[in-house]
């Protein structure tokens, strides 16, 4: 039977993902998913002792969602050439978020491409990933940066959508920046709102400028709705913006909650009502489950590698 691994901060979200797995296989099932945690212990000189299951079988998915990325990088380093070692033939990364995806160009002379040597390691530690709205900028897919032939790259993009048309019925939806025109497009083609993007330029981290679409906000609802937010300076440019524009009211709808430091605070203070997130990054701001999108993408990639032939579900013995 196919094993799902996680460690033991995630075993709510790996939790959601198994149930998920098991909906679709139904109760008919002859071989149900599972779960294991993985036992970590560190030691007073910070290193890990990792601890999987004695026995794997053929197919296993590790659940390791990379905000907060050093440490769990290290965790992945060691268990995957493990699990292979205790019998697992075809290796799956489920990451929701997919950390070091934005340096994917090096801006002066001997900056590290982190995008190209993560993803190059991943793509020799896994057979396959699973990652939702990646921060693609320069790259046209997901196999490019991470160089597997099961790459798969999810859209939390219509999720969001529903969950925002449900709140704001008729709002606009505005990317903050040029880069964030993918999913605001996408999300308002699903749902039928009118969408615009922000033209943004950046300073530094936390120094951004933020120009409004030539559109009248006036008395209007407006979501702004992006993959990510970080220092949340950048929406809170646009949300101060909208709101000297004379928009009635400014939410903010992410994939990925990452929200550093005072970034709430900082887009609170400039305006922003309420704001929704998917679970990819525990938040209170979580609104919108993944475990159904994850299971589906999961489910179709080790299907596909059973229907060629390989034992993806054999059990230990």
Same mark, same amino acid.
């Given at each position: 039977m196919p094993l799902l691994l996680c460690?033991?901060?995630? &075993?709510?979200? /790996?939790?959601?993902?198994?149930?998920?797995?098991?909906?679709?296989?139904?109760?008919?099932?002859?071989?149900?998913? &599972?779960?294991?945690?993985?036992?970590?212990?560190?030691?007073?000189?910070?290193?890990?002792?990792?601890?999987?299951?004695?026995?794997? @079988?053929?197919?296993?998915?590790?659940?390791?969602?990379?905000?907060?990325?050093?440490?769990?990088?290290?965790?992945?380093?060691?268990?995957?050439p493990a699990a292979r070692e205790l019998g697992a033939q075809r290796l799956w990364l489920v990451a929701p978020y997919l950390a070091y995806m934005r340096q994917d160009m090096a801006f002066t002379p001997g900056e590290v491409v982190s995008q190209r040597h993560l993803g190059r390691w991943l793509a020799a530690a896994f057979d396959g990933l699973i990652t939702v709205d990646p921060h693609l900028h320069r790259v046209a897919t997901l196999a490019e940066a991470v160089p597997l032939g099961d790459a798969q790259a999810l859209s939390a993009a219509p999720l969001l959508a529903q969950a925002i048309v449900a709140r704001r019925p008729g709002a606009l939806l505005l990317g903050p920046d040029e880069e964030s025109a993918q999913w605001v497009q996408q999300a308002a083609a699903t749902v039928g709102l009118q969408a615009a993007v922000c033209?943004? %330029?950046?300073?530094?981290?936390?120094?951004?400028?933020?120009?409004? @679409?030539?559109?009248? %906000?006036?008395? *209007?609802?407006?979501?702004?709705?992006?993959?990510?937010?970080? &220092?949340? *300076?950048?929406?809170? *440019?646009?949300?101060?913006?909208? *709101?000297?524009?004379? /928009?009635?009211?400014?939410?903010?709808?992410?994939?990925?909650?990452?929200? %550093?430091?005072?970034?709430?605070? %900082?887009?609170?203070?400039?305006?922003?009502?309420?704001?929704?997130? &998917?679970?990819?990054? @525990?938040?209170?701001?979580n609104t919108v489950a993944l475990a159904p999108l994850l299971a589906a993408a999961l489910q179709r990639s080790v299907r596909s590698v059973a229907g060629s032939g390989t034992a993806a579900g054999a059990a230990c013995r």
């Open positions: 460690c033991d901060d995630e &075993t709510g979200p /790996a939790g959601r993902l198994l149930t998920a797995l098991r909906a679709l296989d139904g109760d008919d099932a002859r071989e149900p998913w &599972t779960l294991a945690v993985i036992d970590r212990h560190r030691f007073p000189d910070g290193e890990w002792r990792l601890r999987l299951p004695a026995c794997m @079988p053929a197919a296993v998915a590790v659940y390791r969602s990379l905000h907060q990325p050093n440490e769990k990088l290290v965790e992945l380093l060691l268990a995957a033209r943004k %330029v950046r300073r530094g981290d936390r120094d951004v400028q933020v120009e409004l @679409p030539a559109l009248d %906000v006036r008395g *209007r609802a407006v979501v702004i709705l992006d993959d990510m937010a970080s &220092t949340g *300076r950048t929406v809170a *440019r646009a949300a101060a913006a909208l *709101r000297a524009a004379g /928009a009635v009211s400014v939410d903010v709808a992410v994939t990925h909650a990452l929200f %550093v430091g005072d970034a709430l605070a %900082v887009m609170q203070a400039a305006g922003v009502g309420e704001v929704w997130s &998917t679970d990819s990054v @525990p938040h209170a701001s």
